[in-house]
Protein backbone atom coordinates (compact mmCIF):
# COMPACT_ATOMS: atom_id res chain seq x y z
CA UNK A 1 0.00 0.00 0.00
CA UNK A 2 1.36 3.69 -0.91
CA UNK A 3 0.59 6.62 1.17
CA UNK A 4 0.90 10.35 0.31
CA UNK A 5 3.81 12.13 1.35
CA UNK A 6 1.26 14.92 1.87
CA UNK A 7 -1.28 12.19 4.16
CA UNK A 8 2.52 11.03 5.62
CA UNK A 9 3.23 13.96 7.23
CA UNK A 10 -0.07 15.34 8.03
CA UNK A 11 -0.33 12.15 10.08
CA UNK A 12 2.69 12.39 11.67
CA UNK A 13 1.68 15.97 12.80
CA UNK A 14 -1.87 14.95 14.27
CA UNK A 15 0.32 12.21 16.12
CA UNK A 16 2.77 14.80 17.70
CA UNK A 17 -0.10 17.44 18.26
CA UNK A 18 -2.05 15.22 20.19
CA UNK A 19 1.00 14.03 21.94
CA UNK A 20 2.64 17.39 22.76
CA UNK A 21 -1.02 18.47 24.01
CA UNK A 22 -1.25 15.37 27.06
CA UNK A 23 2.20 16.72 28.01
CA UNK A 24 1.68 20.37 28.42
CA UNK A 25 -2.07 19.46 30.38
CA UNK A 26 -0.33 16.83 32.24
CA UNK A 27 2.68 19.23 33.58
CA UNK A 28 0.54 22.10 33.78
CA UNK A 29 -1.71 19.79 35.96
CA UNK A 30 1.37 18.43 38.35
CA UNK A 31 2.54 22.15 38.41
CA UNK A 32 -0.70 23.40 39.74
CA UNK A 33 -1.95 20.59 41.72
CA UNK A 34 -5.33 20.92 39.84
CA UNK A 35 -6.42 17.48 38.14
CA UNK A 36 -9.16 19.57 36.53
CA UNK A 37 -8.34 22.39 34.56
CA UNK A 38 -11.19 23.05 32.13
CA UNK A 39 -14.58 21.74 32.90
CA UNK A 40 -14.38 19.41 29.83
CA UNK A 41 -11.54 18.02 32.16
CA UNK A 42 -14.31 16.16 34.13
CA UNK A 43 -18.02 17.68 34.57
CA UNK A 44 -19.33 16.01 37.57
CA UNK A 45 -16.01 17.07 39.26
CA UNK A 46 -16.22 20.62 37.77
CA UNK A 47 -19.99 20.85 39.23
CA UNK A 48 -19.16 19.65 42.37
CA UNK A 49 -16.37 21.98 43.12
CA UNK A 50 -18.20 24.88 41.48
CA UNK A 51 -20.92 24.04 44.32
CA UNK A 52 -18.53 23.70 47.22
CA UNK A 53 -16.45 27.04 45.73
CA UNK A 54 -20.56 28.97 46.29
CA UNK A 55 -20.72 27.49 49.92
CA UNK A 56 -17.12 28.21 50.77
CA UNK A 57 -17.69 31.91 50.19
CA UNK A 58 -20.66 32.34 51.80
CA UNK A 59 -19.03 30.42 54.67
CA UNK A 60 -16.00 32.78 54.35
CA UNK A 61 -18.50 36.21 54.57
CA UNK A 62 -20.58 34.47 57.30
CA UNK A 63 -17.53 34.20 59.13
CA UNK A 64 -16.43 37.80 58.55
CA UNK A 65 -20.00 38.83 59.84
CA UNK A 66 -19.78 37.09 62.94
CA UNK A 67 -15.82 38.33 63.60
CA UNK A 68 -17.33 41.85 63.08
CA UNK A 69 -20.51 41.21 65.39
CA UNK A 70 -18.51 39.91 67.93
CA UNK A 71 -16.21 43.67 68.14
CA UNK A 72 -19.52 45.02 68.61
CA UNK A 73 -21.33 42.69 71.02
CA UNK A 74 -17.88 43.19 73.24
CA UNK A 75 -18.29 47.00 72.79
CA UNK A 76 -21.87 47.24 73.71
CA UNK A 77 -21.21 44.83 77.17
CA UNK A 78 -18.29 47.04 78.11
CA UNK A 79 -20.21 50.22 77.58
CA UNK A 80 -23.41 48.97 79.77
CA UNK A 81 -21.16 47.35 82.18
CA UNK A 82 -19.51 50.93 82.66
CA UNK A 83 -23.42 52.65 82.85
CA UNK A 84 -24.06 49.90 85.46
CA UNK A 85 -20.93 50.76 87.54
CA UNK A 86 -22.16 54.74 87.63
CA UNK A 87 -25.41 53.16 88.56
CA UNK A 88 -24.07 51.78 91.59
CA UNK A 89 -22.40 54.57 92.73
CA UNK A 90 -25.48 56.82 91.78
CA UNK A 91 -27.69 54.16 94.07
CA UNK A 92 -24.79 54.14 96.93
CA UNK A 93 -25.68 57.99 97.11
CA UNK A 94 -29.36 57.88 97.20
CA UNK A 95 -29.50 55.39 99.66
CA UNK A 96 -27.17 57.97 101.79
CA UNK A 97 -29.39 60.44 101.20
CA UNK A 98 -32.46 59.01 102.51
CA UNK A 99 -30.65 58.16 105.32
CA UNK A 100 -32.66 60.13 108.10
CA UNK A 101 -28.97 61.04 109.63
CA UNK A 102 -27.97 63.38 106.70
CA UNK A 103 -27.55 66.86 106.92
CA UNK A 104 -28.68 69.20 103.80
CA UNK A 105 -25.15 69.77 103.95
CA UNK A 106 -24.12 66.09 102.85
CA UNK A 107 -27.14 66.16 100.27
CA UNK A 108 -25.63 69.36 98.84
CA UNK A 109 -22.25 67.73 98.62
CA UNK A 110 -23.61 64.87 96.71
CA UNK A 111 -24.98 67.19 94.04
CA UNK A 112 -21.61 67.14 92.42
CA UNK A 113 -20.76 63.48 92.58
CA UNK A 114 -24.52 63.00 91.20
CA UNK A 115 -23.56 65.57 88.24
CA UNK A 116 -20.74 63.49 87.22
CA UNK A 117 -22.26 60.52 86.87
CA UNK A 118 -25.14 61.90 85.36
CA UNK A 119 -23.06 63.20 82.70
CA UNK A 120 -20.98 60.02 82.22
CA UNK A 121 -24.07 57.82 81.95
CA UNK A 122 -25.17 60.47 79.24
CA UNK A 123 -21.82 60.55 77.14
CA UNK A 124 -21.87 56.73 77.56
CA UNK A 125 -25.20 56.25 76.01
CA UNK A 126 -23.98 58.26 73.16
CA UNK A 127 -21.44 56.48 72.05
CA UNK A 128 -20.14 55.48 68.67
CA UNK A 129 -18.30 52.87 67.40
CA UNK A 130 -15.45 52.32 65.25
CA UNK A 131 -17.56 53.83 62.09
CA UNK A 132 -18.57 56.85 63.93
CA UNK A 133 -22.67 55.46 64.14
CA UNK A 134 -24.28 56.21 67.73
CA UNK A 135 -24.71 52.36 69.10
CA UNK A 136 -28.01 52.75 71.43
CA UNK A 137 -29.95 54.41 68.72
CA UNK A 138 -31.36 51.86 67.54
CA UNK A 139 -31.90 51.56 63.70
CA UNK A 140 -31.01 55.23 63.30
CA UNK A 141 -27.56 55.07 64.01
CA UNK A 142 -26.22 58.37 62.30
CA UNK A 143 -29.01 60.03 64.97
CA UNK A 144 -27.14 61.22 68.36
CA UNK A 145 -29.00 58.72 71.00
CA UNK A 146 -29.47 61.38 73.34
CA UNK A 147 -29.85 65.47 73.28
CA UNK A 148 -30.02 68.07 75.93
CA UNK A 149 -31.78 71.04 75.50
CA UNK A 150 -32.71 73.62 77.42
CA UNK A 151 -31.58 71.31 80.42
CA UNK A 152 -34.05 68.37 79.29
CA UNK A 153 -32.83 65.21 78.06
CA UNK A 154 -34.62 63.26 75.53
CA UNK A 155 -34.17 60.97 72.69
CA UNK A 156 -32.67 62.28 69.28
CA UNK A 157 -35.17 62.34 65.96
CA UNK A 158 -35.63 59.01 64.68
CA UNK A 159 -33.89 56.87 67.97
CA UNK A 160 -36.23 53.57 67.89
CA UNK A 161 -36.18 50.15 69.78
CA UNK A 162 -35.28 48.42 66.51
CA UNK A 163 -32.82 45.96 66.04
CA UNK A 164 -30.10 45.96 63.55
CA UNK A 165 -29.54 41.92 62.47
CA UNK A 166 -26.95 40.57 61.15
CA UNK A 167 -26.56 36.92 58.79
CA UNK A 168 -24.32 34.72 60.87
CA UNK A 169 -25.11 31.50 59.31
CA UNK A 170 -27.99 30.27 56.62
CA UNK A 171 -31.09 31.64 57.87
CA UNK A 172 -29.58 32.68 60.93
CA UNK A 173 -29.55 36.54 62.49
CA UNK A 174 -27.84 37.47 65.34
CA UNK A 175 -28.92 41.30 66.84
CA UNK A 176 -26.16 43.55 66.63
CA UNK A 177 -27.08 46.42 68.89
CA UNK A 178 -28.49 47.51 72.07
CA UNK A 179 -31.64 50.22 72.19
CA UNK A 180 -32.02 52.32 75.12
CA UNK A 181 -35.19 54.00 73.78
CA UNK A 182 -36.82 50.47 74.68
CA UNK A 183 -36.82 51.31 78.81
CA UNK A 184 -36.77 55.40 78.27
CA UNK A 185 -33.06 56.47 79.65
CA UNK A 186 -34.01 60.28 78.90
CA UNK A 187 -36.87 59.95 81.40
CA UNK A 188 -34.40 58.23 84.08
CA UNK A 189 -31.85 60.92 83.46
CA UNK A 190 -34.84 63.91 83.89
CA UNK A 191 -35.69 62.71 86.87
CA UNK A 192 -32.04 62.43 88.07
CA UNK A 193 -31.65 65.99 87.43
CA UNK A 194 -34.64 67.11 89.89
CA UNK A 195 -33.07 64.88 92.10
CA UNK A 196 -29.47 66.96 91.85
CA UNK A 197 -31.36 70.22 91.67
CA UNK A 198 -33.23 69.29 94.38
CA UNK A 199 -29.88 68.09 96.53
CA UNK A 200 -28.21 71.09 95.43
CA UNK A 201 -30.89 73.19 97.48
CA UNK A 202 -30.56 71.13 100.72
CA UNK A 203 -34.26 70.27 100.33
CA UNK A 204 -36.09 67.16 100.04
CA UNK A 205 -38.78 66.56 97.29
CA UNK A 206 -41.57 65.33 99.89
CA UNK A 207 -40.74 63.18 102.18
CA UNK A 208 -38.10 60.73 100.86
CA UNK A 209 -36.93 62.34 97.36
CA UNK A 210 -34.13 59.57 96.96
CA UNK A 211 -36.44 56.39 97.75
CA UNK A 212 -38.15 56.98 94.00
CA UNK A 213 -34.92 57.25 92.40
CA UNK A 214 -33.74 54.16 94.58
CA UNK A 215 -36.70 52.36 92.52
CA UNK A 216 -35.75 54.09 89.15
CA UNK A 217 -32.16 53.17 89.62
CA UNK A 218 -32.66 50.14 90.42
CA UNK A 219 -35.24 49.41 87.44
CA UNK A 220 -32.37 50.99 85.10
CA UNK A 221 -29.95 48.27 86.48
CA UNK A 222 -32.58 45.44 85.95
CA UNK A 223 -32.64 46.52 82.31
CA UNK A 224 -28.98 47.09 81.73
CA UNK A 225 -28.06 43.58 83.68
CA UNK A 226 -30.84 42.01 81.08
CA UNK A 227 -28.97 43.48 77.95
CA UNK A 228 -25.24 42.67 79.53
CA UNK A 229 -26.74 39.09 79.69
CA UNK A 230 -28.16 39.09 76.06
CA UNK A 231 -24.97 40.54 74.55
CA UNK A 232 -22.57 37.21 76.53
CA UNK A 233 -25.56 34.97 75.47
CA UNK A 234 -25.54 36.26 71.59
CA UNK A 235 -21.20 36.09 72.21
CA UNK A 236 -21.51 32.14 72.54
CA UNK A 237 -24.53 31.48 70.28
CA UNK A 238 -21.97 33.41 67.14
CA UNK A 239 -18.79 31.37 68.87
CA UNK A 240 -20.37 28.41 68.44
CA UNK A 241 -21.70 29.16 64.78
CA UNK A 242 -18.48 30.11 64.00
CA UNK A 243 -16.91 26.58 65.14
CA UNK A 244 -19.30 25.04 63.05
CA UNK A 245 -18.53 27.16 60.19
CA UNK A 246 -14.76 26.50 60.55
CA UNK A 247 -15.80 22.90 60.73
CA UNK A 248 -17.81 22.86 57.91
CA UNK A 249 -14.84 24.74 55.93
CA UNK A 250 -12.78 21.80 56.65
CA UNK A 251 -14.96 19.97 55.10
CA UNK A 252 -15.34 21.33 52.07
CA UNK A 253 -11.75 22.23 51.89
CA UNK A 254 -10.95 17.99 51.92
CA UNK A 255 -13.74 17.29 49.28
CA UNK A 256 -12.46 20.12 47.48
CA UNK A 257 -9.09 18.63 47.23
CA UNK A 258 -10.35 15.00 47.06
CA UNK A 259 -12.03 15.85 43.40
CA UNK A 260 -9.89 18.45 41.89
CA UNK A 261 -6.62 17.07 43.61
CA UNK A 262 -4.23 15.77 40.67
CA UNK A 263 -2.25 12.28 41.65
CA UNK A 264 1.29 12.48 41.12
CA UNK A 265 1.75 9.02 41.00
CA UNK A 266 -0.30 8.68 37.81
CA UNK A 267 0.24 12.08 36.43
CA UNK A 268 3.80 10.64 36.39
CA UNK A 269 3.04 7.85 34.45
CA UNK A 270 1.22 9.67 31.79
CA UNK A 271 3.80 12.32 31.41
CA UNK A 272 6.66 9.23 30.83
CA UNK A 273 4.18 7.89 28.37
CA UNK A 274 3.51 11.47 26.48
CA UNK A 275 7.25 11.98 26.70
CA UNK A 276 7.86 8.35 24.94
CA UNK A 277 5.21 8.89 22.64
CA UNK A 278 6.53 11.84 21.34
CA UNK A 279 10.21 10.78 21.05
CA UNK A 280 8.93 7.39 19.13
CA UNK A 281 7.19 9.71 16.80
CA UNK A 282 9.53 12.05 16.30
CA UNK A 283 11.77 9.13 15.65
CA UNK A 284 9.59 7.43 13.13
CA UNK A 285 9.31 10.38 11.69
CA UNK A 286 12.83 11.22 11.00
CA UNK A 287 13.30 7.89 9.56
CA UNK A 288 10.49 7.51 7.31
CA UNK A 289 11.45 10.61 6.02
CA UNK A 290 14.65 9.14 4.98
CA UNK A 291 13.32 6.26 3.00
CA UNK A 292 12.93 6.12 -0.72
CA UNK A 293 10.95 3.67 -3.10
CA UNK A 294 14.54 2.76 -4.22
CA UNK A 295 15.70 1.15 -0.38
CA UNK A 296 12.98 -1.33 -0.79
CA UNK A 297 14.39 -2.28 -4.86
Known amino acids: MRIATSQYSQTMNTALQTANAGLTKVMSQMASGSRVLKPSDDTIATVRLARLSREEAAL ?164 LSGQIAQQGGRQNVIKTLDDNHAAVSLSNQEAALALGKVDYAEAAIRLNSYELAVQATQKAYARISNLSLFDVL
Open 60 to 223: DQYRSNITALTTRLQNNETTLTSMQEDLLMVRDLMVWAADSSSTPEDVKAMATSLEALRDSLFYSANTRNAEGQWMFSGTASDVPTLELNAGVYSFGAGVNAQTQQVAVGDGVTVAANVSLKEYGLDAFLNGLQAAITAFGNGSYVGANPAGAQIDAVDGLMDF
